[in-house]
Structure formats: structure tokens, C-alpha cells
């Protein structure tokens, strides 16, 4: 597709269930990141991948969370134990190829609901 | 501290005036900047961006002014229009941080009225 594409768009579920969130980024970029967005406040960065590898993994809150790119390409953001801290939108982002002085492009995020 | 913040949370204006959003930064080391539109159940979006070696850049209506000796990012918005209603943010990437972490502040809510 033309933008980054992000599924589901909507997920609610229990608290201790585990969930996956995917990101499809524009198609050729070969750097792709996550953020968390709470309700009120600007998106917060989790981890960026570069290719198939994580550049930088520093904002994952905790090892609930974990985020994996095996082709370099599609992303899964996996989240186990869910709290109901974890709700918010999750983001992704895509740019061509990671250099700093090129704009991300977002997706319309995945609203996660936990009960 | 070392954040991106914005001075005022919500902004009203008419439709056809002009707008400024105004953002504050603190760390000198700020490398490149991009303002982010966000629509209600959307995701950012890409307005424009510049570079710490520019004060100042125009796109298509609007207009991003960087004055590096008081940390200070502004964004104008000509004949603003209803759609132009939206959340908007700034966010930095820092000089020899992560290039993937896109710092941003809270938000300008801009409101329209007709």
C-alpha cells in the first residue's frame, strides 16, 4: 500500500492475555518504529528496527514487551501479561532509511483496550 | 528538563486568519525538527520539517521559523481552513542520538470556527 498500514485498528482484551499488533511500513523503507501514544499526551518512542535488527529497544517499558521484524519488512510488537496500564494507541512508523534528517511517516495506530 | 513542549495546549481561531503554534526545546544539541498534524482517531501526519542549519522553511501554506538562540520552534499556518483542525505536535531528534527517537512534546489543540 501507499502508507503504513496497521492491524488490527481496534483490540480489547482481558488483562494477562497476551496480544500482537502488526505494522506493514511503506513498502522499500527499511527503518520502522514503535511508540505509545496515551490519551492527552504526544507518542512515545518503544524501539526502532533497522532492517531485520533492532537499532535501539531502549523505550520498551519492560520485558512484557517485545517487537520483531524477521524479514525486514512486516513488524510485530507482542505484548504478554497485559496490564491495563498498557492501553493506549500503538503507533508505527516507517522512513526510507533511518538517516536523521528524514521525516517518519506514522500509520493510524492500534487502539489497545485492556480490561 | 530535556523535553519538547508547546507553550499554549489550545489555540481558537477564525477561519481565514493566520495561526502560529509555538514550541519550546531545551536542548541546544536539537538537530532536526518536523511538525506533526494529528486528526481525531488518525495517526501523525508529515506537515514539514528543518534542519538545525536553517531558521527558517515555507511548504504549502505554512511556514516553520527555528531561532536557535532561544530553543524556539514556531509553525504558521496561512488562511487557516476547518481542516485545518487537528492536534499538532513537534518532535526533535537530537544531534548523535538514536535515530529512531522522535522526542515529542504535548500538543497544540488548533480549533477553527467558521
Known amino acids: 500500500g501507499a502508507g503504513v498500514s496497521q492491524t488490527p485498528s481496534n483490540k480489547v482484551t482481558e488483562k494477562g492475555k497476551y496480544v500482537e499488533l502488526r505494522c506493514d511500513p511503506i513498502s522499500g523503507h527499511t527503518a520502522l518504529y514503535w511508540y505509545r501514544q496515551s490519551l492527552g499526551q504526544g507518542p512515545e518512542f518503544l524501539i526502532y528496527f533497522q532492517g531485520t535488527g533492532a537499532a535501539d529497544d531502549s523505550g520498551l517499558p519492560n520485558d512484557r514487551f517485545f517487537a520483531v521484524r524477521p524479514e525486514g519488512s512486516v513488524s510485530t510488537l507482542k505484548i504478554q501479561r497485559t496490564e491495563r496500564g498498557d492501553s493506549a494507541v500503538y503507533l508505527c512508523?516507517?522512513?526510507?532509511?533511518?538517516?536523521?534528517?528524514?521525516?517518519?511517516?506514522f500509520g493510524d495506530g492500534t487502539r489497545l483496550s485492556i480490561l | 528538563g530535556e523535553s519538547v513542549g508547546l507553550h499554549l495546549p489550545t489555540l481558537s481561531v477564525q477561519e481565514g486568519d493566520n495561526s502560529i503554534i509555538n514550541c519550546a526545546y531545551s536542548n541546544s544539541a536539537s538537530d532536526y525538527f518536523i511538525w506533526y498534524k494529528q486528526e481525531s482517531g488518525k495517526g501523525p501526519q508529515f506537515i514539514i520539517d528543518i534542519r538545525s542549519n536553517m531558521d527558517k522553511r515555507q511548504g504549502q501554506r505554512v511556514t516553520v521559523l527555528l531561532n536557535k538562540t532561544v530553543k524556539h520552534l514556531s509553525l504558521q499556518i496561512a488562511a487557516t481552513q476547518p481542516g485545518d483542525s487537528a492536534v499538532y505536535f513537534c518532535a526533535e531528534i537530537r544531534y548523535g542520538g538514536s535515530q529512531g527517537n522522535l522526542i515529542f512534546g504535548k500538543g497544540t489543540k488548533l480549533s477553527v470556527k467558521p
Open positions: 512508523a516507517s522512513s526510507p532509511n533511518g538517516q536523521s534528517n528524514q521525516p517518519q511517516h
